[in-house]
């Protein structure tokens, strides 16, 4: 059974730095792209970071603090995130997606509060 599991999430003052980790079990995780989206309150769904062909990207909002990065060995995706602001604020969630098929899995997602 396909899972992904989100840890990391937590309160910090603006400034601050968190580093979000995604547990993935049950799929070939080196078939998937990873990604990591967050939904702030009252707001759609946005694509924060991802790979492509190996190349890290970034969402305009982030470039320059966040940084992608996955461990294939281990299974796990991390999002490093510093110079944190309070429109950071947000449920993140991590994402895969088959590199050929449409299967696609979500975590549960791991909420991070940014505020003084």
């Known amino acids: 059974q396909a899972q992904l599991v989100e840890s990391g999430g937590g309160w910090v003052q603006p400034g601050g730095s968190l580093r979000l980790s995604c547990a993935a079990s049950?799929?070939?995780?080196?078939?998937?792209?990873m990604k990591w989206y967050r939904q702030a309150p009252g707001k759609e769904r946005e694509l924060v970071a991802h790979?492509?062909?190996?190349?890290?990207n970034y969402a305009d909002s982030v470039k320059g603090r966040f940084t992608i990065s996955r461990d294939n060995a281990k299974n796990m995706v991390f999002l490093q995130m510093n110079s944190l602001k309070p429109e950071d604020t947000a449920d993140y969630y991590c994402?895969?997606?088959?590199?050929?098929?449409?299967?696609?899995?979500w975590g549960q997602g791991t909420t991070v509060t940014v505020s003084s």
């Open positions: 790979f492509t062909n190996g190349i890290p």
């Open positions: 049950g799929f070939t995780f080196s078939n998937y792209r």
């Open positions: 994402n895969a997606k088959h590199i050929y098929y449409q299967t696609e899995y």
